[in-house]
């Protein structure tokens, strides 16, 4: 069965709020007229309507500030604008204040309900995102780990089955790859889910202090130890801990964590009470273990202990599949934690990103869309929010394959929108002005067209 939604028809003309009265209530839904923007914000306070479709040019108050109040007090409520003035400049105007989009007069029926048909699916999809983000906010599923590629679906896969074990798993990777994600999905899709997950960095304390945080120390075990304190392998117990970059862990303390892996018992410093642990270890590292075994740096013996279950994380460079969807992802995610709505990537945006090479991988992308998402003003993530260091650098050979060469002393960058400018002129002149099917020539939405006119004054 249809679903039936509340539309809230703004406009001062009688005719047209009859006429969209008609059209959505027998497509089955509620519709709910007002003739102004005063008499609009009561009616969206009292009956909150699913999405809103509102004149810009009305008398006592007009769509645009009736806009931003209903944006401030719904900001997932959608609300198209309907103009009889094709202006670029108040078009991209209404989308930066946060009109989801915005129609001419006289408009095409069909291409409206297609409009408000898809604002109400983008709703219903942030509501679900949301829905899903508060289910997993204190849990992990190894399938979380969001993938195209085919030997990363196989990880996941081996990651499912390993999480059924009680083994020791060694997880290795350059920085980036996501492994501490790996061993977290591991571990709350374990029987061990309901006990405690640790984390603790080899490599981010000096030898003395990690092996207090790992053991714990008995009251006067040495100066300024004023009270017993538990370790690590004593808080883990009924759980998992991981042992993050343990490549770093100096030699000594190696042959302690062999033993607990080894009798699953330990001592405190200055303690002589031995205490039993029931732990999983994971261990993570981006150094290669087997070659610093060869090399006398780490244990032998611990390297083959840790090493029971293998996993290892590709690098971004070598799924480049995953690029696209992973943008999307962080896109999503920082939107909505930066108050944002950004709901799209411009083509050239995703062009540059599938193009890098993201020696920081997966860490360094979600870094990258973050201060995109910061930056940017509008609802399409362009180049020109991306960092710096991400676009493309003046060509030695700067010379585009169509046989348009750059002038002298025009960057790279200068030439590919003068480019891009021309592209958009010959668009819509082939297609008679009609942006709808320009953007549609173009592979781009209208709403991105909008922003290209403006950034270019084509009018």
Same mark, same amino acid.
């Given at each position: 069965?249809?679903?039936?939604?509340?539309?809230?028809?703004?406009?001062?003309?009688?005719?047209?709020?009859?006429?969209?009265?008609?059209?959505?209530?027998?497509?089955?839904?509620?519709?709910?007229?007002?003739?102004?923007?005063?008499?609009?914000?009561?009616?969206?306070?009292?009956?909150?309507?699913?999405?809103?479709?509102?004149?810009?040019?009305?008398?006592?108050?007009?769509?645009?500030?009736?806009?931003?109040?209903?944006?401030?007090?719904?900001?997932?409520?959608?609300?198209?604008?309907?103009?009889?003035?094709?202006?670029?400049?108040?078009?991209?105007?209404?989308?930066?204040?946060?009109?989801?989009?915005?129609?001419?007069?006289?408009?095409?029926?069909?291409?409206?309900?297609?409009?408000?048909?898809?604002?109400?699916?983008?709703?219903?999809?942030?509501?679900?995102?949301?829905?899903?983000?508060?289910?997993?906010?204190?849990?992990?599923?190894?399938?979380?780990?969001?993938?195209?590629?085919?030997?990363?679906?196989e990880l996941c896969r081996d990651t499912a089955k390993i999480a059924q074990s009680n083994a020791s798993v060694l997880i290795t990777g350059e920085?980036?790859?996501?492994?501490?994600?790996?061993?977290?999905?591991?571990?709350?899709?374990?029987?061990?889910?309901?006990?405690?997950?640790?984390?603790?960095?080899?490599?981010?304390?000096?030898?003395?202090?990690?092996?207090?945080?790992? $053991?714990?120390?008995?009251?006067?075990?040495?100066?300024?130890?004023?009270?017993?304190?538990?370790?690590?392998?004593?808080?883990?117990?009924?759980?998992?801990?991981?042992?993050?970059?343990?490549?770093?862990?100096?030699?000594?303390?190696?042959?302690?964590?062999?033993?607990?892996?080894?009798?699953?018992?330990?001592?405190?410093?200055?303690?002589?009470?031995?205490?039993?642990?029931?732990?999983?270890?994971?261990?993570?590292?981006?150094?290669?273990?087997?070659?610093?075994?060869?090399?006398?740096? $780490?244990?032998?013996?611990? $390297?083959?202990?840790?090493?029971?279950?293998?996993?290892?994380?590709?690098?971004?460079?070598?799924r480049p599949e995953d690029i696209s969807l992973l943008a999307q992802h962080f896109l999503q995610k920082f939107s909505a934690e930066n108050g944002?709505?950004?709901?799209?990537?411009?083509?050239?945006?995703?062009?540059?990103?599938?193009?890098?090479?993201?020696?920081?991988?997966?860490?360094?992308?979600?870094?990258?869309?973050?201060?995109?998402?910061?930056?940017?003003?509008?609802?399409?993530?362009?180049?020109?929010?991306?960092?710096?260091?991400?676009?493309?650098?003046?060509?030695?050979?700067?010379?585009?394959?169509?046989?348009?060469?750059?002038?002298?002393?025009?960057?790279?960058?200068?030439?590919?929108?003068a480019y891009e400018r021309t592209l958009i002129c010959t668009a819509l002149t082939n297609n008679h002005g009609n942006r709808v099917q320009t953007?549609?020539?173009?592979?781009?939405?209208?709403?991105?067209?909008?922003?290209?006119?403006?950034?270019?004054?084509?009018?």
């Open positions: 069965m249809k679903k039936s939604y509340r539309i809230l028809i703004v406009d001062d003309e009688e005719n047209v709020r009859r006429m969209l009265t008609a059209v959505f209530t027998l497509d089955g839904h509620q519709p709910i007229c007002a003739a102004d923007g005063s008499q609009a914000l009561e009616l969206f306070k009292q009956q909150t309507p699913d999405i809103v479709l509102m004149d810009i040019r009305m008398p006592k108050l007009g769509g645009m500030e009736a806009l931003q109040i209903m944006r401030k007090a719904h900001q997932d409520t959608p609300v198209i604008l309907m103009t009889a003035y094709a202006a670029v400049e108040t078009a991209v105007e209404a989308l930066r204040l946060g009109a989801f989009d915005y129609v001419i007069k006289p408009f095409d029926l069909d291409e409206l309900k297609l409009l408000i048909n898809r604002a109400l699916q983008l709703k219903s999809m942030k509501q679900e995102i949301n829905l899903l983000h508060r289910e997993l906010s204190n849990s992990y599923q190894w399938d979380r780990i969001l993938t195209n590629s085919t030997k990363m679906m920085s980036g790859t996501g492994k501490e994600l790996i061993a977290k999905a591991i571990h709350y899709n374990s029987p061990r889910a309901k006990g405690p997950f640790i984390k603790v960095n080899c490599g981010a304390l000096p030898e003395s202090l990690l092996e207090s945080e790992l $053991f714990g120390h008995e009251k006067g075990a040495f100066t300024g130890a004023l009270m017993q304190r538990q370790g690590l392998f004593e808080r883990a117990n009924q759980g998992t801990l991981l042992l993050d970059e343990v490549g770093e862990m100096p030699h000594n303390l190696q042959v302690k964590l062999l033993r607990v892996l080894q009798e699953r018992e330990f001592e405190r410093l200055g303690g002589s009470q031995t205490i039993k642990t029931d732990i999983r270890l994971i261990a993570a590292t981006n150094r290669n273990l087997a070659a610093m075994v060869e090399q006398g740096a $780490f244990r032998q013996d611990l $390297f083959y202990r840790l090493n029971v279950m293998h996993l290892s994380p590709l690098p971004l460079r070598e944002k709505e950004m709901i799209e990537l411009d083509a050239s945006t995703l062009a540059i990103l599938e193009s890098y090479s993201w020696p920081g991988n997966v860490r360094e992308l979600a870094n990258a869309i973050e201060r995109a998402v910061i930056m940017s003003t509008g609802f399409i993530m362009f180049p020109d929010d991306l960092p710096e260091h991400l676009l493309p650098q003046q060509s030695t050979q700067p010379t585009f394959d169509s046989g348009h060469t750059l002038e002298n002393g025009q960057s790279l960058k200068e030439s590919i929108k953007a549609r020539a173009l592979g781009i939405s209208r709403r991105a067209l909008l922003y290209k006119l403006q950034e270019y004054y084509i009018d």
